[in-house]
């Protein structure tokens, strides 16, 4: 067994590396939400300005069999890195991931961090190979988040009713929406909303300090998700005095349009208690299903404490699936 620090600019190295994962997720993730290979491929060689790869491999002679990824963040949280491991399903339990795991902690020691962070997904109410797995490598779990879906198709007919609760209590909100570009106006609200969700999204115990965001960092991440064929639907809430109180955001891979991952929703914290949640959520949903008929299955990640979040998210029939472990150690 040998571990080796893969080449980014080795097509046919870092396609191995990626059908691995694609491997050990499909054995044990209920849903395929991993990566398509056109996008990990052309985020590789382009790299990004917010974080650096380190991609390792797991080799039994010419073979890889397993494959590993530390990410460094470089804008903030330079205390810690985050790792993710993956080993052929035909050949675990043979002391490949361990060896992957020693491997991810050097790069993070080496990058001069001091704390390891990794995920583990597992079973509604069970563990899995992955959680025994980070355990057994000594990460501590520091929050655990519901992974739920919805069917967006199934449950259209159930909107029109949510949406006139919602518009109920919302006043002289308005309800905006928009894809791939953060309107021009709002962008300095939207990155507010985009600080203050490290503020007040549960982190639990896991030590992540809250990001800075600007123009420049929108506006990268608009292009980034553009080349790698990213698209990204979004609805807002806009205050009486014409400010961006509440966002929500979802993405869509151009090549595979029939799911979806839903990420953030925040509602500023002055502006909550007009269902401001739930309006831009369900608009959203209309944005979605209009732009890819296709679309039917949304995946999306709360925390377990996170009441009011779960509160829209159960009214719009998402239910869950499986769970995500977000883990840490010190290295
Ligand atoms: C988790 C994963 C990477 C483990 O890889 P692996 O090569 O089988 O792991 P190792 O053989 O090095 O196991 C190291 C230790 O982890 C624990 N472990 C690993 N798999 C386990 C399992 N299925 N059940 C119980 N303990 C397990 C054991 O303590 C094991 O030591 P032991 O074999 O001496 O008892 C692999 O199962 C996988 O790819 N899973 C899907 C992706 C994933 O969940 N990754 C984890 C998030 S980083």
């Not at 639990?204 to 123009?215: A, F, K, Q, S, T």
Request: proline share 4%; net charge negative; charged share 30%.
């Amino acid at each position: 067994m040998e571990i080796r620090e893969i080449d980014q600019a080795d097509e046919s190295l870092v396609h191995r590396h990626w059908e691995i994962g694609r491997d050990a997720e499909a054995a044990c993730r209920p849903y395929d939400f991993y990566p398509q290979w056109e996008t990990a491929w052309t985020t590789y060689q382009v790299g990004r300005e917010d974080i650096r790869f380190v991609l390792l491999g797991a080799f039994d002679g010419d073979t890889m069999v397993g494959a590993g990824r530390t990410d460094l963040n470089l804008l903030d949280n330079l205390h810690s890195a985050s790792s993710v491991i993956f080993v052929d399903p035909a050949r675990q339990r043979q002391g490949f991931g361990r060896a992957l795991d020693a491997a991810c902690v050097e790069v993070t020691r080496a990058a001069g961090r001091r704390l390891l962070m990794t995920e583990a997904y597992a079973p509604p109410g069970g563990d899995s190979p992955g959680v025994l797995f980070a355990r057994s490598m000594g990460y501590v779990a520091g929050i655990e988040d519901g992974m739920k879906v919805v069917d967006l198709i199934e449950t259209e007919p159930t909107w029109a009713a949510l949406e006139a609760k919602a518009a109920a209590s919302r006043g002289d909100y308005r309800v905006i929406t928009w894809r791939d570009h953060v309107p021009e106006e709002y962008v300095d609200d939207y990155c507010a909303l985009c600080e203050a969700f490290f503020d007040e999204a549960p982190i639990g115990e896991m030590e992540i300090e809250p990001e800075r965001w600007d123009r420049k960092r929108v506006e990268e991440r608009e292009a980034r998700n553009l080349r790698t064929g990213r698209r990204e639907l979004s609805a807002g809430a806009i205050s009486p005095d014409g400010r961006m109180v509440a966002v929500t955001e979802l993405m869509v891979n151009e090549r595979i349009t029939t799911r979806g991952f839903q990420s953030g929703t925040l509602v500023s914290r002055d502006h909550r208690g007009h269902q401001l949640g739930l309006a831009i959520k369900l608009a959203n949903h209309r944005q979605a299903r209009a732009a890819y008929p296709d679309l039917r299955i949304l995946l999306t990640g709360n925390a377990d404490v996170n009441a009011p979040m779960n509160a829209v998210n159960d009214a719009l029939g998402y239910r869950e699936v499986e769970r995500c472990v977000e883990m840490q150690k010190a290295v």
